[in-house]
């Protein structure tokens, strides 16, 4: 009994939200669920005190499904909450916290402060070297002159800003997840894609936006204000790929909605009967992609914070970092090195050196290799990840087991032993999670290979479909409730 | 289904985990005020940026 006892104190006193008191009915779920929607989307459009010329987004194209906004006090996003799960997750998944979060209500209420202590530590150690260190976002040295503060003060206030946006972010999330509808991570994922998607579908030329969208692309190429080439030579290439109408990521974007919505509904049904009350049926579905989605957004969101290493490595080192480990274009682009590897392949234009134009340098080998280790990463990390999700958020055989027991059910022709039970789960959840998790890695991969509508990505479409399909499913069973009071005893 | 299994089946919802169970000495913050303060702080660093 070591670190638990330690820890106590601090984990128990952790700031939460309260809890609402009884039934909160629907009406004012979607109204606590509209109202922090709107403010995340007022305060991404809140850019920093202090801040000057703006610098590169450091995240790059992991925004999409970071959330947040460059230069913005939601500059940090959910990256920290993220990467607190990450750090959570191996904890759990190699069993070195020893937190029982199924039955134990102590343990519970440590393993809460654990995750909220975390992010508040991943606030700081993200924000701290996106102002201090690399220059992601320079102070203005006219705000330093006029407060007197030097340009470490501006920096200082910088920080504090991204600070207390990180920390709202989480306990916005607390708020949807206690009294609105769905969590708020997910909440804020879809709406940052779903802006994208919008975007990338609609956007109308001369609206200041830097794209036109496919459709309004489209017509202008019907009309004959968009030139393309003949169809024969270089117009193929651009109706296929190009990144504002290209046909291909029309498909794609298409492909991964249907894949999904599919995958949903893929699974294998253990059936079950109530012990005591006879004819009382009912079946547990362990579906294909039953650690659902998000395992992947761990994964990627290793793969940005190595990258963000590298930036904040090139902008320490500068010409003396080795070629080794990174070369850098003036975009803040890896161009070669160990951190040209292992960047994903996040557009077509990444891996088809036509695409990329004059900004093509990389050798064929070089290409192959990159695309090979972002493979490898997503689908062994996306079954890893599967796996270790599993087993922390309960849904592992020995803990479905327990509750399929405990709501008195059991598996018609075995006793009635939650050991039993298990046996049978074990049959199909681990191969089910490893086989659901390495596919949506795939998937997530030969999405970005291909190009997506709005340049969302593959992971960043995959969790907005799953996370919608979830969040109808909640609304459609909230209703259910609304409708029969009944209900809610049953549920709960 | 009883209610103190703490939405263990639906738990794959959120990356962050809330459960039921709470501390007698945990600070308690209504959810009006994380709304306010963070429109309060929005517009604060809003006003600020228009000031200079």
């Known amino acids: 009994m070591g670190w638990k006892e330690t ?35 007022f305060l991404t459009n809140v850019y920093l005190y202090g801040l000057g010329t703006a610098g590169g987004d450091i995240f790059g194209r992991f925004r999409s499904i970071l959330a947040g906004g460059q230069g913005t006090i939601l500059q940090l996003g959910i990256g920290p909450i993220v990467t607190a799960s990450i750090v959570l997750q191996l904890l759990g998944g190699a069993d070195l916290l020893g937190l029982d979060t199924q039955n134990n209500p102590r343990d519970q209420v440590l393993y809460q402060g654990l995750q909220k202590l975390l992010v508040v530590v991943m606030c700081i150690l993200t924000g701290l070297p996106m102002v201090f260190a690399g220059g992601f976002l320079p102070p203005s040295p006219a705000v330093a002159q006029g407060l007197g503060i030097g340009l470490m003060g501006v920096k200082m206030l ?126 547990f579905p362990v579906k294909l992609i039953y650690a659902s989605v998000l395992p992947m957004i761990l994964v990627r969101a290793l793969q940005a914070n190595l990258q963000f ?11 003396g970092m080795p070629a080794w480990l990174g070369v850098y274009d003036a975009n803040g682009q890896a161009t070669g090195g160990f951190f040209y590897y292992i960047s994903p392949i996040q557009t077509p234009a990444d891996w088809i050196p036509q695409l990329a134009g004059s900004a093509a340098s990389a050798e064929l080998w070089q290409i192959a290799l990159r695309v090979s280790v972002d493979l490898t990463f997503m689908v062994v990390g996306g079954a890893i990840f599967a796996v270790f999700w599993v087993e922390t958020t309960d849904m592992g055989p020995e803990a479905t087991a327990q509750q399929i027991h405990g709501s008195g059910m059991q598996i018609p022709g075995f006793r009635q032993n939650p050991g039993v039970i298990e046996k049978v789960l074990e049959r199909y959840i681990p191969q089910v999670t490893v086989i659901g998790g390495a596919l949506v890695g795939l998937l997530a991969v030969m999405a970005n290979m291909l190009g997506t509508i709005g340049g969302v990505g593959g992971t960043g479409l995959l969790l907005t479909v799953s996370i919608t399909y979830k969040l109808y499913e909640e609304i459609a069973e909230e209703q259910l409730m609304e409708m029969h009071p009944m209900m809610r005893q049953m549920f709960g | 289904m009883s209610s103190n299994d703490g939405g263990g089946l639906m738990s794959s919802a959120g990356l962050v985990r809330y459960f039921d169970a709470e501390d007698k000495n945990a600070i308690r913050i209504d959810p009006k005020t994380v709304v306010a303060f963070g429109a309060f702080f929005g517009v604060l660093v809003q006003i600020l940026n228009l000031i200079l």
């Open chain 1, 309 to 319: 290493l590298g930036r904040i490595l090139q902008a320490q080192l500068g010409n």
């Open chain 1, 158 to 283: 910088l920080f504090a800003q991204i600070f207390a946006g990180g920390i709202l972010i989480l306990y916005m999330d607390e708020v949807i997840s206690k009294w609105g509808v769905g969590s708020g991570v997910g909440l804020f994922i879809v709406a940052g894609v779903s802006q994208r998607l919008i975007g990338g579908f609609f956007a109308l030329p001369g609206i200041g936006s830097e794209q036109v969208g496919f459709f309004p692309s489209w017509i202008l190429i019907a009309i004959g204000e968009q030139p393309i080439g003949s169809l024969f030579g270089a117009g193929l290439q651009q109706v296929l790929m190009s990144p504002q109408f290209g046909l291909i990521r029309l498909v794609t974007t298409i492909f991964i909605f249907v894949v999904v919505v599919y995958a949903e509904s893929v699974r294998v049904e253990i059936p079950l009967s109530n012990a005591r009350v006879k004819g009382a049926r009912g079946r």
């Open chain 1, 7 to 41: 820890a106590e104190p601090v984990l128990t006193r952790m700031p939460s939200v309260a809890r609402p008191e009884g039934h909160v009915p629907f009406k004012r779920k979607l109204a606590w669920t509209a109202g922090v929607l709107v403010l995340y989307f």
